[in-house]
């Protein structure tokens, strides 16, 4: 089981970075994948989720409007398209896999078995 993500980077705030999270080992198609981050000193917190069949998603309220999540099964690729970009987005991003998720209101941690090694976004202002 594999999750790789990447397209982080440094980037100027009100920038664009789009982050991918490519899986393997897995049937992709039966899992949600959740975007969480983690800034320095900050616990983890989710970010953005997508449910397996595309149905709902989520996103936390810092994001909503900025962010957008899309996931293409075929390619079993979660992207994370992030927009006007703020310095208090500067974490390191991992996506994760939860079996059957369905993206609550509110994503935690908990339920999602499979981890990335994630990718740093800087945003400098």
């Known amino acids: 089981v594999q999750l790789v993500e990447s397209g982080g980077g440094l980037v100027q705030a009100g920038g664009s970075l789009r982050l991918s999270c490519a899986a393997s080992?897995?049937?992709?198609?039966?899992?949600?994948i959740g975007w969480f981050r983690q800034a320095p000193g900050k616990e983890r917190e989710g970010v953005s989720c997508?449910?397996?069949?595309?149905?709902?998603?989520y996103y936390a309220d810092s994001v909503k409007g900025r962010f957008t999540i899309s996931r293409d099964n075929a390619k079993n690729t979660v992207y994370l398209q992030m927009n006007s970009l703020k310095s208090e987005d500067t974490a390191v991003y991992y996506c994760?896999?939860?079996?059957?998720?369905?993206?609550?209101?509110?994503?935690?941690?908990?339920?999602?078995?499979?981890w990335g090694q994630g990718t740093q976004v800087v945003v400098s202002s």
């Open positions: 994760a896999a939860e079996y059957l998720g369905g993206c609550p209101r509110r994503i935690s941690i908990a339920p999602f078995e499979y």
């Open positions: 080992g897995f049937t992709f198609d039966r899992y949600a």
């Open positions: 997508i449910s397996r069949n595309d149905v709902s998603t």
